[in-house]
């Protein structure tokens, strides 16, 4: 049982900056990546950043220069700065971790989400 508790989301607004935080807990050995993806109504979920256990980063075209994930493998959690934040970035964001076991078998995890919400 992995459980990803996100915390950070609210209201800001236009131009304004805001930062996620989330917490794996529960059993298991190593998460191979942590991120964040984000979801609108109507809309398929979608990767905003990811970083791998090594330190590798993948951030969506949105994201590049204005948001920045962090991850501290000893601790579990995985963090996202965004900076210059505008309506568009409004959505539901999800953290979401993992691993593979020596097998090659992909398990993936999900947060309950938290909302952003950028509005004046």
């Known amino acids: 049982q992995v459980n990803l508790v996100e915390s950070g989301g609210g209201l800001v607004q236009p131009g304004g900056s805001r930062r996620l935080f989330c917490q794996a807990s529960g059993t298991f050995f190593k998460f191979d990546a942590m991120g964040w993806y984000r979801q609108t109504p109507g809309n398929q979920r979608e990767l905003v950043a990811l970083?791998?256990?090594?330190?590798?980063?993948t951030y969506s075209e949105s994201a590049k220069g204005r948001f920045t994930i962090s991850g501290d493998n000893a601790k579990n959690t995985v963090s996202l700065q965004m900076n210059s934040l505008n309506v568009e970035d409004t959505a539901v964001y999800y953290c979401?971790?993992?691993?593979?076991?020596?097998?090659?078998?992909?398990?993936?995890?999900w947060g309950q989400g938290t909302q952003v919400t950028v509005s004046s």
């Open positions: 979401y971790a993992e691993s593979t076991d020596y097998y090659d078998h992909l398990s993936e995890y």
């Open positions: 970083i791998t256990e090594g330190g590798r980063k």
